[in-house]
């Protein structure tokens, strides 16, 4: 495993809101950790988070840590439009939950998996003007950290081969 493989996590982040607010020109606002106070929201808007990094006990051999990085998107619909801001959050959801399965977004992760689509709360107080629902996916697997391979020379000499199940294996 080399550094190629190591996960950017703003440049991950600044992919994902090009990627949403380009496939969804109709949103007015695309962005991530805005501050929920605000009462202003420019609507529909589409409000991203990276919501929780899982730690993998598998052991890269590397001293890198994978994760899994779980993100969500609030899809925030004014309720002035009736039943049809009821009936758009919905369609946009599953629009949005469609374009994102799947999806790399051009970062080294792998393929987006949705966990969920629903009706979110994050702000009670605000629920009679906005009708929203939240998005949620996950990458398996991300990568973080300096690769000690690649550090080999300032540890001292790198090895010419190593063992693996048995096997020689011949450094390249």
């Excluded at 190629?4 to 606002?29: E, G, M």
């Excluded at 609507?43 to 991203?48: G, I, V």
């Excluded at 996950?138 to 090895?159: L, R, T």
């Amino acid at each position: 495993m080399n550094d190629s493989l190591k996960t950017d996590l703003r440049d991950l982040h600044q992919r994902i809101r090009d990627a949403v607010a380009s496939r969804f020109p109709a949103f007015k606002v695309v962005e991530f950790y805005r501050d929920e106070e605000s009462e202003d929201l420019p609507t529909p808007a589409c409000l991203l988070e990276l919501e929780e990094m899982e730690y993998h006990e598998e052991d890269l051999g590397t001293d890198q840590i994978m994760v899994s990085l779980r993100f969500s998107a609030r899809l925030v619909f004014s309720r002035e439009g009736g039943p049809d801001g009821l009936l758009n959050v919905r369609l946009a959801a599953s629009d949005v939950a469609a374009f994102i399965n799947k999806n790399r977004f051009g970062g080294r992760v792998f393929p987006a998996r949705v966990l969920s689509c629903g009706t979110d709360f994050f702000r009670p107080d605000l629920t009679d003007r906005y009708a929203i629902w939240r998005v949620e996916w996950h990458h398996e697997q991300a990568i973080f950290g300096v690769n000690s391979w690649d550090q080999a020379d300032a540890a001292g000499p790198s090895p010419k081969s190593i063992i693996v199940n048995g096997e020689q294996i011949n450094a390249s």
